[in-house]
């Protein structure tokens, strides 16, 4: 864990108790941000949160605060020129494909956390997407290392693996999907956020810093919830390419959180996930009924287990989903009162 007095280190006793102790110390006053706990302010840390205004981002924001780390927004938006809400983060409006925004905003910055990125293929052209999502990655890594961060918080992509905007279609492997899948992108989106991950393995070899990258799968919360999960609850006939996995907001933005505040070497991967799969049906039965015997089953958790695996982050990283889409939705699929 980072250490403010320092610019290093914690002692691993300090990270240890700090990390998890947090964690018990329950909800707080961090609204759906449960585990947010305050941290000693010996262990603050300056953070710096791109693509501050998306989904991710903004709840990350949130969950860095509450933890009392000093954060610093930055996304394509201009700021408010008004007096700042009691309690906003900095913001800083920059373009993170050109590399002098992206020095500029990482100036004084402790630890990168790199959610901005064109979320998907679908809605740009392909070179697009390919150009924003790796350019924005190597100026922000290069700026971290160059201007002395210790740590880089990169947010990859459960479509790493390829199968999921393939144009020649293929199927995973196995489930549960863990970090040991091969690796076969097809799509700008996928490969993007690939090569992310190989400029991560890049970074460590050249430099003291210290990189993760997050695999979260589809991330859900009250506003979407219903529209993208509530049509799989109701009808088990519907495909799912990451075997219904899905992950809440704010047990993403508690796991990068826990990813920031690591003291954990070199560059790990990690998939992040809700334990349970959409509709929390047997897995095993869905996974034969849709696909018969083209997909390898491996030990399961649980029976309604997700697609996908976080057993490396719960054992690396303390990880430890508190949420799941019966917090929000009925039987039927429907959002429950009082969430909308």
Not at 266 to 286: A, K
């Amino acid at each position: 864990m980072l250490s403010r007095s320092s610019g290093l280190r914690c002692p691993a006793g300090l990270a240890l108790s700090g990390a998890r102790g947090y964690k018990e110390r329950g909800r707080g006053g961090g609204g759906r941000f449960c585990n947010s706990g305050r941290l000693e302010e010996e262990i603050w840390v300056r953070v710096l949160v791109t693509g501050a205004n998306g989904k991710v981002g903004k709840a990350t924001v949130k969950a860095l605060m509450a933890r009392g780390h000093e954060v610093r927004a930055t996304d394509l938006h201009r700021g408010v020129f008004e007096r700042p809400e009691e309690g906003a983060p900095e913001y800083i409006q920059a373009n993170l494909t050109d590399a002098g925004d992206a020095y500029a905003v990482s100036r004084d910055m402790e630890v990168i956390v790199h959610p901005a990125a064109i979320p998907e293929p679908t809605h740009n052209p392909p070179h697009v997407v390919f150009h924003n999502n790796l350019m924005s990655t190597f100026n922000m890594i290069e700026a971290a290392i160059r201007l002395g961060a210790g740590r880089f918080v990169n947010i990859s992509s459960e479509t790493v693996p390829g199968f999921f905007f393939a144009e020649r279609e293929f199927l995973s492997d196995y489930v549960p999907i863990d970090e040991e899948h091969p690796i076969r992108p097809q799509d700008p989106y996928a490969l993007s956020k690939y090569f992310g991950e190989l400029l991560m393995d890049a970074a460590i070899r050249r430099s003291d810093i210290r990189c993760i990258s997050i695999r979260p799968t589809w991330v859900q919360h009250e506003g979407n919830y219903e529209r993208n999960l509530g049509p799989h609850i109701r009808d088990e006939s519907l495909p799912s390419p990451s075997f219904w996995s899905y992950i809440d907001l704010y047990d993403l933005a508690d796991a990068l959180c826990l990813a920031a505040e690591s003291d954990l070497e070199g560059h790990e991967v990690f998939y992040i996930t809700s334990p349970d799969n959409i509709g929390s049906r047997d897995l095993v039965q869905m996974v034969k009924q849709h696909h018969g015997d083209k997909v390898e089953i491996r030990t399961l958790a649980r029976p309604d287990a997700s697609g996908t695996s976080f057993a490396k982050a719960e054992r690396m990283l303390g990880y430890s989903p508190t949420r799941s889409w019966r917090d929000y939705l009925d039987d039927e699929g429907r959002l429950k009162p009082g969430l909308g």
